[in-house]
């Protein structure tokens, strides 16, 4: 007996109708809670990766160790010469350090963008339904709690650069280095937003963190300098975070003021004082205007 075509065809039609429904999926709409939902999630996925790579916890701070107490160690007898009676130079360049390593971490936190590009998965996040500025946001937080999570290792080695463990400096250099941590992270993200390869990303990065850290007075007093070196360590923004940090620690030390004032003066322009409040005010727009540009970056980004 020969089936009847026109319920075969229905049939057929239905079935295919029932399939369409089973595979359907479902998008949720672009708003404010699943932009929320992806930067928590892309700040836990740098956690997590930075977590499992103890090779990169461990090398990221032998640097700071060693430009510490190996770099700090051996300038000691040549620095005393200018050094007030009591003053370690371990415990003058320690804020430098600090910034240092934070400085490192933070920058190279970015470079992870040009390999997820490399391997496809940044294309994966970005044809996610959530707004570009939310995965932007995501990395950038994350970038700036694992470098600070840097900086909190070596301030457990304060002690031994003869710098107190008092909690208000502690707080006030951790505000700091969190601060300088989301601005440098925020210029890595926006220097990785259009570069391909990463051997490109890190020969950039070596050819600005050296000259970034060299010129903020981590190994020097702002005082004193040729006006050519002034000028290039007023422009450079690790400057406007190594000063303050200092200012921190040299107020828990008990030193005559004419000793601080030589170890470790105040910013100035032309002669006026730049005040504390300003200099970190300064670091904070900074990061907020590259955070913007690297999400205008990203969003021209196919």
């Known amino acids: 007996m020969t089936a009847n075509p026109v319920i075969t065809a229905t049939s057929e039609s239905e079935e295919g109708r029932a399939a369409t429904e089973a595979i359907r999926v479902s998008v949720p709409r672009k708003g404010l809670r699943q932009d929320l939902r992806a930067v928590s999630i892309v700040w836990r996925r740098e956690l997590l990766r930075f977590k499992a790579d103890r090779l990169r916890m461990v090398s990221s701070l032998i640097q700071p160790v060693l430009f510490l107490f190996v770099l700090g160690t051996g300038l000691s007898s040549l620095a005393s010469r200018g050094m007030p009676p009591g003053v370690d130079f371990k415990t003058f360049i320690y804020p430098g350090v600090l910034a240092m390593s934070v400085l490192f ?66 707080l006030t250099v951790v505000g700091e280095l969190l601060l300088l941590s989301f601005t440098l992270t925020a210029f890595g993200v926006m220097m990785a937003a259009r570069i391909t390869q990463i051997q490109a990303f890190m020969a950039l990065t070596q050819m600005l963190v050296m000259p970034l850290f060299f010129l903020s007075g981590a190994l ?64 904070a727009v900074m990061g907020l205007v590259l955070l913007g540009i690297a999400i205008a970056e990203f969003r021209k980004t196919e």
């Open 105 to 170: 971490t933070a920058i190279f936190s970015a470079a992870s963008i040009v390999w997820d590009r490399e391997f496809g998965f940044l294309r994966e996040m970005l044809v996610a339904p959530v707004s570009r500025a939310a995965i932007v946001i995501g990395k950038c937080l994350g970038g700036a709690t694992v470098a600070t999570c840097q900086g909190i290792v070596l301030l457990v080695l304060a002690g031994l650069a003869h710098v107190p463990y008092d909690p208000g400096l502690i």
């Open 220 to 283: 020097y007093p702002l005082s004193r300098l040729p006006a050519w070196l002034t000028v290039l360590t007023r422009i450079d923004p690790l400057t406007y975070v190594v000063a303050p940090m200092r200012t921190a620690v040299f107020g828990h030390l008990n030193l005559p003021p004419a000793a601080v004032a030589a170890l470790s003066p105040d910013v100035t322009w032309d002669g006026w004082r730049v005040p504390v409040g300003l200099s970190v005010g300064m670091v």
